[in-house]
């Protein structure tokens, strides 16, 4: 009964070797098709710019994260404070307008300047529905830049020059806080 075994798993790893050997290039013909149909916008920005740039997007995933586990337990001062901290400032500004690109920068302001303000308003009311759906809105932000954009070019990771800001667009009375 084991050397029954033993052929059988000799067998089987070998069968799973092959297979994957001779599936590396319908792999690689696979993300070179998805990479064709992928349809964004690339962001041709400096790298050190897009590594800050996934820097604070990951950092706006774990504040909707604390604003969720806050929402949870009612806790809307810390809705509010996380939100404020999320909304538009001169800082996020300029760095949204150095991309250089309007309909990332109108993104970016519809994110800080509208989303965020939107939570920290229905978080200061203590309106619960109102906070999730503006938090809703705010993840929908997230979806909606995430299928108009990229900022990696695969393989070969270009580097680019700086290009020239974009104008900074605020939707009426929005302010620029310090």
Not at 14 to 42: C, F
């Amino acid at each position: 009964m084991k050397k029954k075994n033993r052929r059988f798993l000799l067998v089987l790893t070998s069968v799973v070797g092959v297979a994957s050997i001779l599936s590396q290039p319908v792999v690689a013909e696979q993300a070179r098709k998805t990479q064709e149909m992928d349809n964004r916008t690339l962001l041709t920005i400096p790298y050190e710019d897009r590594e800050d740039l996934l820097r604070v997007m990951r950092k706006n995933l774990t504040s909707l994260g604390e604003m969720i586990d806050a929402m949870a337990e009612d806790d809307f001062k810390t809705i509010e404070k996380v939100a404020d901290k999320m909304s538009f400032n001169e800082k996020k500004g300029q760095g949204l307008a150095r991309r250089g690109n309007p309909g990332f920068t109108a993104m970016g302001v519809q994110f800080h300047a509208v989303d965020a303000i939107a939570i920290k308003k229905a978080a200061e009311a203590k309106n619960r529905n109102g906070t999730l759906r503006a938090m809703s809105r705010m993840v929908s932000s997230c979806v909606a830049c995430h299928e108009s954009f990229k900022v990696i070019e695969w393989p070969n990771n270009k580097i680019y020059k700086r290009p020239a800001p974009s104008p900074l667009v605020l939707p009426p009375g929005v302010t620029i806080r310090d």
